[in-house]
């Protein structure tokens, strides 16, 4: 007998979260699409995430739950679903952002058979840590409305990848070809699939749907800004990853250039959270690729300079761009009539408060 296999592999990587993990669960279990399976990677936890887990699997839900014996790189359990994925497509979902409308499983599936691409990418919108009404919008990583679709081997995908792939994993749907698996990356915390991503873009092409979206807490810790200096800085892997399909070399140098320069910004928001010894290791990392391009000299001087403003100062200037930013966000939302999608998820978290894992 021929096996049948999902269409979706939901991949969702978990730590000590088990009150956001059941969302995320609720989430793909409320959407009008049923040709899926869950992967939960638990990275050893210990605060009954296997309880829950086991609720649903008792209630007949299709979830794989693999649990480490001892806590690995955060890559790594993330990296674990991708093998364990039975499905035509992985989706990456976080064990604390949920995915937002009830037809998103089943449009991306419309657009997989439509175009079968290598990558999708969904918008995204982010709260930080508590969200009780829109005015808790934080930011957000939001496409343009409507779909854009790019052709295999096409020269502008570095630009495309790098406008809207981005750190946030949440909503990044991946073809699931075994073959190119190997080119997945243990050592970068942050950029572990964007090689993957760039083989099966280069292959298969890309769809970016910007009217679906993920729902998703954000971090001001910058708890992961260790592993942009050691094992991999992730600069670097992006460079290396962009850099076999520029046709030109001075496409290239644009290219390398942009990013660099947009690194030495993100001093700004560093500052706030870590001290002057750390960031002259991340603005020195930058400069050893980049000491013959005198039209960045400004941006290093700038973030010499940031290293050492006082951080009210910062903070001051920080609050000031949130507050644009949130506004933007806010108003693209309005017009895109997310507000009722929005009030339920608030509704199931407020219900969610009360769990308790027995």
Not at 90 to 100: E, K, N, S, T
Not at 165 to 186: A, P, Q, T, V, W
Not at 225 to 244: G, R, V, W
Not at 260 to 279: E, G, M, Q
């Amino acid at each position: 007998m021929k096996k049948i296999f999902p269409f979706f592999s939901i991949i969702i990587p978990t730590f000590n979260r088990v009150r956001f993990l059941d969302l995320a669960i609720r989430s793909i279990i409320r959407q009008n699409f049923t040709s899926y399976e869950i992967i939960i990677s638990d990275n050893a936890s210990t605060d009954g995430t296997k309880d829950l887990v086991l609720r649903y699997q008792k209630q007949g839900y299709p979830i794989n739950y693999f649990c480490h014996k001892q806590a690995v790189s955060p890559q790594q359990n993330v990296l674990k679903g991708f093998y364990l994925a039975k499905g035509k497509y992985a989706f990456l979902l976080g064990d604390d952002d949920v995915i937002l409308k009830r037809d998103t499983l089943q449009t991306l599936q419309i657009l997989a058979k439509k175009y079968n691409p290598g990558f999708i990418k969904i918008s995204t919108i982010l709260y930080y840590e508590n969200l009780n009404s829109i005015n808790d919008i934080y930011k957000g990583f939001l496409l343009a409305a409507g779909i854009k679709h790019i052709s295999p081997k096409n020269p502008i995908l570095p630009w495309e990848l790098n406008d809207k792939y981005l750190e946030f994993m949440s909503g990044s749907i991946y073809r699931n070809d075994k073959k190119l698996l190997r080119f997945l990356n243990h050592n970068d915390v942050l950029y572990f699939s964007l090689n993957f991503t760039y083989k099966l873009c280069y292959q298969y092409g890309a769809v970016f749907c910007g009217d679906q979206f993920i729902l998703g807490r954000f971090f001001q810790s910058g708890h992961y800004f260790y592993n942009f200096i050691e094992p991999k800085f992730s600069l670097d892997t992006m460079h290396d990853c962009a850099k076999q399909y520029f046709q030109d070399k001075h496409a290239y140098q644009i290219f390398d250039q942009k990013l660099r320069r947009a690194a030495l910004l993100h001093v700004i928001n560093w500052r706030l959270i870590f001290p002057p010894k750390l960031l002259k290791t991340y603005i020195k990392k930058i400069y050893q690729k980049d000491k013959w391009r005198v039209l960045n000299a400004f941006y290093y001087v700038q973030a010499l300079f940031f290293k050492y403003v006082p951080r009210f100062l910062l903070r001051f200037f920080k609050k000031i761009y949130i507050l644009q930013n949130k506004q933007t966000i806010k108003k693209t939302i309005l017009s895109r009539n997310m507000l009722e999608e929005i009030q339920k998820y608030i509704d199931l978290k407020s219900s969610n408060i009360k769990l308790k894992v027995k």
